[in-house]
């Protein structure tokens, strides 16, 4: 898990939250790149949402990798989207309500697909449930064998 952009989320003991800086190295997230920002923006355009992103959390999942079901609600202001680019392996998404325990329905996210969680989709609860190998068009040095990249870009503050 890295970030890019102004802001980049952050899990440690003393919780979640968005920092300006590498938590190790101190340095400044490196900027979001202005093409994928564009892509973003645009995507978001075209289900009538309006963000211009200053956080991009980079996750890399491994073959085994999976992400428990949450809401994402460390962001200022829930009127902003978030928008979601897969690359690798497909990931099995699980979609659930506004309830932890509302029913989970699965959307499968492949390559290259742009999700974008606005509106009444914004707080729903959701995650990943599986990696599918051998689903990758192509394979990435960045990409662990069987893995998966994802990018969500974000409006923190
Ligand atoms: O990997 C994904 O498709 C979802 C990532 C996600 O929900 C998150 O980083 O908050
Ligand atoms: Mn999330």
Redesign the pocket.
Known sequence: MTNCGDLG?HSDADGYRYIDRHPETGAVWPAIPPRLKTLAMDAAREVGASFEPDAC?V?L?AAAGK?NL?Q?HDEKDYAWP?V?L?FGNS?V?ALGGRKRRDPVREVM?RHGDV?VMHGPGRMLF???KRIVSQTAPLTHPTIPAGG?L?L?FRRAA
């Open positions: 989320w959390l996750n999942y992400l949450h994402d978030i979601s897969s990931a998404f996210l999700a959701h995650g990943v998966r994802n969500t």
